[in-house]
């Protein structure tokens, strides 16, 4: 490529004449294609438990339905584990093609979502079913009052931070400028993923109106990941047109 990788932002170590690695692009687009499937399904499919000062509400959602509440966390878990992975491999293309100048904090926001998600997880798929079964229905135990809002709380936290890393990425990604303009809209990228920020806070703060505040404040920055991920996993971003 005599010309190198074309864009708004700086050339980095790596340097013209070099292109990103088809197979870090192509990786990550399958992860994070099947990773925000996966926690979508596992979303949708999880009982409404949003109020952090209900917790007996939780244990009678997992005594109606155990099974359902194990497959859920797991599901939810193998997803959010697929995500984190795939913004890793997106900054790898990235610094492959010298264009890491932020998603490198991508990825380390991801992953420290990913430590704060698996034993939050954990705890819900194999200590609620056993917790559920020793309480009585519409019941729980003061430890569990406590321990259920700070849960809640980092399901919460974790989910800012994998969107504050696609933000981070987006902007790398927007530096890959072709003749028609980035193939990553920084513009879009925000506008989609910056609402579900002050969203979950609203969540948190007005349980009863939880569920449209999330949908209207989450919906849309998922939707530009997976729509982001399908164009990498078919290598359409960062080429050339």
Do not use: C, K
């Not at 099974?67 to 599901?75: D, L």
């Not at 078919?234 to 050339?240: M, S």
Request: net charge positive.
């Amino acid at each position: 490529m005599a010309e190198g990788v074309q864009g708004a932002g700086r050339t980095r170590p790596g340097g013209p004449g070099r292109e990103p690695a088809a197979d870090s692009w192509r990786w990550a687009g399958r992860l994070l294609v099947a990773g925000g499937l996966l926690a979508a399904a596992s979303t949708v499919l999880h009982p409404v438990t949003l109020d952090p000062g209900n917790a007996a509400e939780v244990l009678d959602a997992v005594r109606r339905a155990p099974e359902r509440w194990v497959a859920v966390h797991v599901g939810l878990g193998f997803g959010v584990a697929a995500w984190s992975l795939g913004w890793f491999l997106v900054y790898q293309g990235l610094r492959e093609a010298g264009r890491a100048r932020w998603s490198g904090a991508g990825a380390v926001l991801a992953a420290a979502a990913l430590a704060v998600w698996l034993p939050l997880l954990a705890l819900e798929a194999a200590g609620l079913p056993l917790l559920a079964r020793a309480t009585s229905p519409g019941a729980s135990p003061l430890w569990f009052d406590v321990a259920w809002p700070a849960t809640l709380a980092g399901g919460y936290v974790a989910t800012w931070l994998y969107w504050l890393a696609g933000m981070a990425v987006a902007w790398d990604l927007a530096s890959f400028a072709p003749a028609g303009g980035p193939r990553v809209s920084r513009g879009i990228a925000l506008a989609t993923l910056l609402p579900g920020l002050p969203g979950m806070v609203l969540a948190w703060l007005f349980p009863d109106a939880a569920v449209p505040v999330l949908m209207v404040s989450l919906v849309p920055g998922a939707l530009w990941a997976l729509v982001v991920a399908w164009r990498l996993a078919r290598g359409a971003v960062g080429n050339q047109s």
